[in-house]
Nanobody, 118 residues
Framework: QAQVVESGGGLVQEGGSLRLSCHAP???????????INWYRQAPGKQRELVAS???????TYADAVKGRFTISRDNSRKKAYLEMSSLKPDDTAIYYC?????????WGQGTQVTVSS
């Protein structure tokens, strides 16, 4: 069962923008409020890294490499979270994963590929 599904990845030129979406279609809307929603990325030859987080209280954190360029948000009524990315660089090329933590369980998506061409 796919608890988390990412979408919105693709090929973009350096300096371009993308918006990634994270959807939890099987979760119950009335109780959807994960403690933390995270976006991770995995680039070839590198460890998976945390790029952005947003808590149930809407506090956000960002990796230094993406500060000022990426914005994380969430919409509990739609059971969705987003990662808006701008001024994209080739170093942003990676598979991006959405992770939801609800206190009891971590849920992971399958990832969506972002490729930034120079």
């Amino acid at each position: 069962q796919a608890q988390v599904v990412e979408s919105g990845g693709g090929l973009v030129q350096e300096g371009g923008s993308l918006r990634l979406s994270c959807h939890a279609p099987r979760m119950i809307t009335s109780v959807f409020n994960p403690k933390t929603i995270n976006w991770y990325r995995q680039a070839p030859g590198k460890q998976r890294e945390l790029v952005a987080s947003i808590t149930s209280g809407r506090a956000t954190t960002y990796a230094d490499a993406v500060k000022g360029r990426f914005t994380i948000s969430r919409d509990n009524s739609r059971k969705k979270a987003y990662l808006e990315m701008s001024s994209l660089k080739p170093d942003d090329t990676a598979i991006y994963y959405c992770n939801l933590n609800d206190r009891v369980t971590d849920y992971w998506g399958q990832g969506t590929q972002v490729t930034v061409s120079s």
